[in-house]
């Protein structure tokens, strides 16, 4: 994985990263998981966005240079990790909502739980980033520097397998079409329309 695939809007990048590969080696041991579904992010014109009333400490990250890690708290319980993107000073980032693990299934297991099945081990941003061992201490990690945690590239993945839909339990913009995922993949997260989100004017 290179700057260059990463240095696009958020909805352009967000394809680019299913296949791509995030990696953390930690103390206890190496976690490798690929990317199999994402959600793009943007800015000022983006209502879900974190930076869409503009730049806070929260969101700084998010504002560039690409290739880092945005890392947030989700609901003051679980982490979950971004990549972000475009060009240095204008936000953007793509939400790692879920993957398949290719290497520590053991240890990624140890982290979520010895019951839970393969499929279910980083389906969801929250589940991803406790399979993986990512927390704030990683918000602003270079991934393209050989830090830790890194990103790195895949197996190629064919257009055909390509699916784009609504992203997931979000109240605002809930109905972009800013969600990728490879078709009919186990470790895909289930489509849940949030609660609180309203039907377009009219409807």
């Known amino acids: 994985m290179n700057i260059e695939s990463l240095a696009h809007t958020a909805e352009e990048a967000a394809p680019k990263l299913l296949g791509a590969v995030l990696t953390h080696e930690s103390p206890e041991g190496t976690v490798s998981i690929t990317i199999t579904e994402t959600e793009a992010y943007s800015g000022a014109a983006d209502p879900a966005s974190h930076a869409y009333r503009g730049k806070t400490p929260r969101n700084a990250v998010m504002f560039g240079p690409a290739g880092h890690l945005y890392v947030y708290r989700s609901h003051g319980l679980h982490w979950c990790a971004n990549v972000v993107t475009g060009t240095d000073g204008t936000a953007s980032a793509v939400?790692?909502?879920?993957?398949?693990?290719?290497?520590?299934?053991?240890?990624?297991?140890?982290?979520?739980?010895?019951?839970?099945?393969?499929?279910?081990?980083?389906?969801?941003?929250?589940?991803?980033?406790?399979?993986?061992?990512?927390?704030?201490?990683?918000?602003?990690?270079?991934?393209?520097?050989?830090?830790?945690?890194?990103?790195?590239?895949?197996?190629?993945?064919?257009?055909?397998?390509?699916?784009?839909?609504?992203?997931?339990?979000?109240?605002?913009?809930?109905?972009?079409?800013?969600?990728?995922?490879?078709?009919?993949?186990?470790?895909?997260?289930?489509?849940r329309l949030s609660p609180r989100a309203k039907p377009p004017a009219g409807a």
């Open 95 to 191: 939400l790692i909502r879920a993957g398949k693990v290719i290497e520590g299934e053991d240890l990624a297991r140890k982290r979520r739980g010895t019951t839970v099945e393969s499929p279910r081990l980083a389906r969801g941003p929250g589940n991803f980033c406790q399979a993986l061992g990512i927390t704030a201490q990683h918000n602003g990690t270079d991934l393209l520097a050989g830090a830790a945690v890194a990103l790195s590239d895949g197996e190629p993945v064919p257009a055909a397998l390509i699916r784009v839909g609504p992203r997931v339990g979000v109240s605002k913009a809930h109905d972009w079409q800013h969600r990728f995922y490879l078709a009919g993949d186990p470790t895909v997260s289930a489509y």
